[in-house]
């Protein structure tokens, strides 16, 4: 979703690192370990690892919530301070949950783009949507099934073989996005953020977005200069996709949205957060290689 200039210098802040923190082991009153995660997102990766041994809160449930201005609640405050463990993205993208919980000394901290080791250099254009990077689902599994086994050492077992299976269905999905770019070679996408690029980068689909609009393609707007480069990009049939945020509908979408209806460059509407409806992090990746494919068919 659009953030302010001035968030992109919260990507710089310190990071802690996975795993972090001396962990409450804190459970609830039928002994399922509590983990809290920023958004529904992460929320469903540690459902997946957690089973029916962990009872999981998330702070954002609605895709209306933006996880980049989210304002945490006494609610919020109060769920990490019950949990053992908590998931944040990181990256700038959710300062918020960074701040709650490396406030809370007693909660074990994941912060998932730590964990998944792609910010070099803490680069103020960086991806920070790591939770479409699918090899960084099956690391933040992996930490999320140790964190929990030093929460709950006798379902240890259990957790880890949780995470093997996540780690296998997201194998299953990676080969699906794959075939993308088997039968579709040299694509080349315009994103009007940059929420799916990992995604599309897994598919093989290279980013055509000129630089000039991605560099501000996140601020609240953008350039007449930048949006003519877009709309080129577009008209000129350089890029053969625009991927366009969901959950972000402004003018400068609109306009993109009109070039590509006029040449007949297929759009895909992708998202940050869960669609109503959706609760699974499985059927949300799984649903939008589908569109992917059923757009470029």
Known sequence: MKRPVAALAAAVAVLVLAGCGSGGGSKASDGKVQVWTSTDVWGSV????GGERAQVTSAITSPSQDPHDYESTARDKLAVRKSAVAVY????????????????????????????GLDHGHDPSFNEHVFWSLPT??????????DLAKADPAHAAYFRANARSFA??????????RSIGVAHPHLSAL??????????????????????????SEADSVSA??????TTAISTK??????????????????LQNAADKVGVPVVQVYETFPAGEHDYLNWVLSCITTLQRALS
Request: proline share 2%.
């Open 46 to 49: 540690a459902r997946y690892v």
């Open 89 to 116: 993205n990181g990256g700038g993208y959710d300062d918020w949950a960074q701040k709650l919980v490396t406030g809370d000394s007693g909660t074990t901290a994941v912060d998932a783009v730590t964990v998944s």
């Open 137 to 146: 689902s099956i690391k933040v599994a992996d930490v999320l099934a140790a």
């Open 168 to 177: 296998t269905k997201i194998g299953a999905l990676t080969t699906r996005a």
């Open 191 to 216: 994103m009007t953020e940059p929420v799916v690029g990992y995604l599309l980068s897994t598919a093989g689909i290279a980013d055509g977005t000129p630089a000039t609009y991605r560099e501000q």
């Open 225 to 230: 200069v930048a949006l003519r480069a877009a």
């Open 238 to 255: 350089r890029v053969q996709l625009v991927t366009l945020n969901a959950q972000t509908s402004d003018a400068t979408s609109a306009v």
